[in-house]
């Protein structure tokens, strides 16, 4: 599973970067702009992220603007709604209006709100089919 962390705080940038390393390649990017980025060179290389954990407070770019350009790339890109890259936002906003932004204005996968416990990510990304215990 090749995941993309991003995240403007320090220690949840780690802590999240250290729960998931174990299952593969895990990069970490600390806003929405470096996500956007990362994710057009992993689609240059044709290496997608299977996984992006995507904070919605950051600077420069937030979680949400970097979750609809991805999204509107790889509907440029001609990628099924099957094949995106599975997001995961991951955040201290927990409002019933962030998530429905999250889900249907964005096209988030999954919605966790902090902090993120082991079992909860695991939980999601099982769920997601990423990983398989």
């Known amino acids: 599973m090749k995941t993309l962390v991003v995240e403007d705080d320090f220690t949840s940038r780690l802590v999240l970067q250290k729960m998931l390393s174990p299952y593969g390649q895990c990069d970490v990017a600390v806003n929405g702009l470096e996500a956007v980025q990362a994710f057009d060179i992993a689609m240059n290389e044709?290496?997608?992220?299977?996984?992006?954990?995507?904070?919605?407070?950051?600077?420069?770019?937030?979680?949400?603007?970097?979750l609809k350009i991805i999204r509107e790339k790889e509907k440029e890109l001609n990628i099924s709604p099957k094949d995106e890259t599975k997001i995961i936002m991951v955040t201290a906003l927990d409002t019933a209006h962030e998530v429905i932004e999250a889900y249907y204005k964005g096209g988030c996968t999954s919605y966790l709100v902090k902090p993120i416990e082991r079992k909860k990510i695991l939980k999601a990304i099982t769920e997601l089919g990423l990983v398989d215990f």
């Open 46 to 66: 044709q290496k997608p992220y299977d996984l992006i954990c995507l904070d919605i407070m950051m600077p420069e770019m937030d979680g949400k603007e970097a």
